[in-house]
């Protein structure tokens, strides 16, 4: 079965700090996404990759950066985190061949808290 | 660009009522649509999946949608509602390329009365 992990399911960082989400899927896929997930406004796309050093802009991506060194690993950095980057972030990725990149699967989450 | 609509925020239901819940799509050519499941605490799962074909597709858990291309819609229902079914429903469009992402609806929380 596909796994889609990130590393931790919370974290409180303060205002100026830079911050990595780490995500790791074992499968030998391609694409990942990041998705950011806020009540009344569902999921946001902020940045995707489909191929190791590749990726492209999604929808939000101002303040966000990522880093795809390995296949496995898709890296979200927040450069200086500020409080309306408070968040669900989530990680996902489709297996290879997928139609339409779905299903997708996803990670658990990290709940990030900016102060 | 692509986008979609859940013009409904938050529903509440009783058991073993029916459901419907809405999704509107804009898309330049012919979508790719999908309902996903979050549970309270839990990941998103896959309920179904519309590329092509029969415009009424079914899925897990007893879920059903209707592809409506006149009204760019594709409404998810269920005949009867169980306790278990409360979470947020998201609608999602996706590209018949592999390098786009699907993009989501705003969602609709579902509650389920006894």
């Known amino acids: 079965d596909v796994k889609v992990t990130q590393s931790s399911r919370y974290l409180v960082k303060r205002t100026g700090e830079k911050v990595f989400l780490e995500c790791v899927q074992d499968?030998?896929?391609?694409?990942m996404f990041w998705y950011r997930q806020d009540p009344g406004l569902g999921l946001r796309l902020i940045y995707f990759s489909y191929d190791v050093k590749m990726k492209e802009k999604g929808d939000i991506p101002e303040g966000y950066s990522v880093s795809r060194e390995k296949k496995e690993r898709f890296s979200l950095i927040l450069e200086s985190a500020s409080t309306n980057q408070t968040s669900m972030y989530l990680c996902?990725?489709?297996?290879?061949?997928?139609?339409?990149?779905?299903?997708?699967?996803f990670g658990n989450g990290t709940r990030l808290t900016v102060t | 660009a692509q986008s979609v609509t859940q013009p409904d925020i938050h529903i509440t239901v009783s058991e073993g009522a029916s459901l419907e819940l809405r999704c509107n799509y804009s898309y330049g050519a012919t979508p790719y649509l999908f309902w996903y499941v979050q549970s309270p605490g839990q990941g998103l799962q896959l309920l179904l999946k519309?590329?092509?074909?029969?415009?009424l597709v079914q899925g897990i858990k007893g879920f059903e949608a209707e592809f409506k291309r006149s009204q760019s819609s594709f409404n998810l229902r269920k005949p009867s509602v169980h306790w278990s079914d409360a979470a947020e429903y998201f609608c999602?469009?996706?590209?018949?390329?592999?390098?786009?992402?699907?993009?989501f609806g705003s969602g609709t929380r579902l509650q389920v009365q006894p």
């Open positions: 996902a990725s489709p297996p290879p061949g997928a139609r339409s990149n779905s299903p997708l699967h």
């Open positions: 519309y590329f092509s074909g029969d415009t």
């Open positions: 999602a469009v996706g590209h018949d390329t592999g390098r786009r992402a699907l993009t």
């Open positions: 499968m030998d896929h391609e694409n």
